[in-house]
């Protein structure tokens, strides 16, 4: 991999991030009240999914819908079948009950997105 493509990685990584943590801020800023900032916040949470999906298609990421379908059930099957449950774990032995229970949310419905993906898969035969 060469040091351009580790930039391109860490660079989709941070505007995917930027992106939500500024949607979070829009629906704080909503919660009190101040439409205008929410607004802003929502603006600039757009520009970052373009530079994000930009990086993306540089990266060669997205292929046929065929490929995507079966590489997105196979990172549904991960999270799955190892990350969430051993961060429910380590969660709970570290007494964290309120990321235990973000993090069992999400992992239910994993397993309908994994489902909906293999479904949509077995389409073409």
């Known amino acids: 991999m060469t040091k ?7 660079a989709f990584s941070d505007e995917s991030q930027t992106n939500i943590e500024y949607l979070a801020y829009a629906h704080r800023a909503i919660d009190e009240d101040m439409m205008e ?5 929502r603006e600039a949470a757009g520009a970052e999914v373009v530079h994000a999906l930009s990086h993306l298609r540089v990266m060669g990421v997205v ?4 490929e995507n379908l079966r590489e997105a059930a196979e990172g549904e099957d991960l999270e799955i079948l ?3 449950p051993k961060f429910i774990e380590e969660a709970e032995q570290e007494g964290r009950a309120e990321a235990a229970r973000s993090f069992r949310v999400a992992f239910e419905r994993e397993k309908h997105h994994r489902a909906m993906f293999r479904k949509a898969l077995g389409r073409f035969g």
């Not at 351009?4 to 860490?10: A, P, W």
């Not at 292929?63 to 065929?66: F, I, L, V």
């Open 4 to 10: 351009t493509d580790e930039n391109l990685k860490i």
């Open 37 to 41: 900032v929410a607004q802003l916040f």
């Open 63 to 66: 292929r046929s819908t065929r």
């Open 82 to 84: 190892s990350m969430y």
